[in-house]
């Protein structure tokens, strides 16, 4: 059974940093594609960053582009997303989603979701 799981999630200081990770179980990341996405309160589900196992190649929302980087560790089956310079804005619940699709930021494209952590960002 396919499977995601998202860890890292908490508290930080704007100017913070924090790591998210997102672990599949039950298949390997060779030729899907991982997204992160986020949700904050009230709003709609946004694209953050994706990656491609297939060539590697990113996708960056522009509201985190230069200060968020997404990577994929293939030992660990596992896709990162270490999140620098953090703003109050940046807060909201954060899922990673798979598919066999190209990199996309359009949430609808997924069907495979983790079931999110938070990150807060408030001094």
């Known amino acids: 059974q396919l499977r995601l799981v998202e860890s890292g999630g908490g508290l930080v200081q704007p100017g913070g940093s924090l790591r998210l990770s997102c672990a599949a179980s039950?298949?390997?990341?060779?030729?899907?594609?991982i997204g992160w996405f986020r949700q904050a309160p009230g709003k709609e589900r946004e694209g953050v960053a994706c990656?491609?196992?297939?060539?590697?190649?990113?996708l960056y929302a522009r509201s985190v582009k230069g200060r968020f980087t997404i990577s994929i560790d293939y030992a660990k089956n596992t896709v990162n997303l270490q999140m620098n310079s953090l703003k109050p804005e940046d807060t909201a619940i954060y899922y990673c989603?798979?598919?066999?699709?190209?990199?996309?930021?359009?949430?609808?494209?997924?069907?495979?979701w983790g079931q999110g952590t938070q990150v807060t960002v408030s001094s």
């Open positions: 990656i491609s196992s297939v060539d590697e190649g990113t």
């Open positions: 989603a798979a598919d066999l699709i190209g990199t996309t930021l359009y949430y609808r494209a997924y069907e495979h």
């Open positions: 039950g298949f390997t990341l060779d030729n899907y594609s």
